[in-house]
T-cell receptor, first 114, second 113 residues
Framework: ETGVTQSPTHLIKTRGQQVTLRCSSQ?????VSWYQQALGQGPQFIFQ???????GRGNFPPRFSGLQFPNYSSELNVNALELDDSALYLC?????????????FGSGTQLSVL | GESVGLHLPTLSVQEGDNSIINCAYS??????FIWYKQESGKGPQFIID?????DKRQGQRVTVLLNKTVKHLSLQIAATQPGDSAVYFC????????????FGEGTQLTVNP
């Protein structure tokens, strides 16, 4: 167990809806990253938060947004859901300023968009 | 764009044998590499990492080798056990990208008893 917890574990939404996924980082970790993992593929970087500010973003549209709170927990919000958004969403935390440190992943939220 | 690729999508070994999982990367700016293990229904689990100023690093039953000349990374698992069955990902961190990791597609390791 990494100490990174995500909720919910599974979620079913319909196209056009909005969803919020939550992540609690491992104790002592102040950086949170979000990744999307489609079935049979490696995780793809969505964005990262450090000290409550976005610190880097991958190739995802603006309808993917996030927040980091003072206790370093984080949310991933996706608006106007599309069928292709169906995936495993992974949260990872790390310690210290971003830059080459190992990431510890949670078990993910499996999102299905119908 | 830049990507991390794996040479073999699947690898099947006998229990007790040594396993070698290979990975090719294309971004010469990458200075940090990680191997993750992912079991079904779980998130990636950190196995071992290596920085670009090293050629080899050993952990418990695992060794990572880095060949920067040919941009190749490998994970060696000694005395493979059934519990090692999982998908293994290599990931790279380009120096210019903060700490975003670029993952390959993964290799499915199956250990036969």
């Amino acid at each position: 167990e990494t100490g990174v917890t995500q909720s919910p574990t599974h979620l079913i939404k319909t196209r056009g809806q909005q969803v919020t996924l939550r992540c609690s980082s491992q104790s002592g970790h102040n950086t949170v990253s979000w990744y999307q993992q489609a079935l049979g593929q490696g995780p793809q970087f969505i964005f990262q938060y450090y000290r409550e500010e976005e610190n880097g973003r991958g190739n995802f549209p603006p309808r993917f947004s996030g927040l980091q709170f003072p206790n370093y927990s984080s949310e991933l919000n996706v608006n106007a859901l599309e069928l292709d958004d169906s995936a495993l969403y992974l949260c990872a935390s790390s310690r210290g300023a971003p830059g080459g440190e190992k990431l510890f992943f949670g078990s993910g939220t499996q999102l299905s968009v119908l | 764009g830049e990507s991390v690729g794996l040479h073999l999508p699947t690898l099947s070994v006998q229990e007790g044998d040594n396993s070698i999982i290979n990975c090719a990367y294309s971004n010469s700016a990458s200075d940090y590499f990680i191997w993750y293990k992912q079991e079904s229904g779980k998130g990636p689990q950190f196995i071992i990492d290596i920085r670009s100023n090293m050629d080899k690093r050993q952990g418990q039953r695992v060794t990572v080798l880095l060949n920067k000349t040919v941009k190749h990374l490998s994970l060696q698992i000694a005395a493979t056990q059934p519990g090692d069955s999982a998908v293994y990902f290599c990931a790279e961190n380009p120096q210019t990208s903060g700490s975003r990791l670029t993952f390959g597609e993964g290799t499915q390791l199956t250990v036969n008893p």
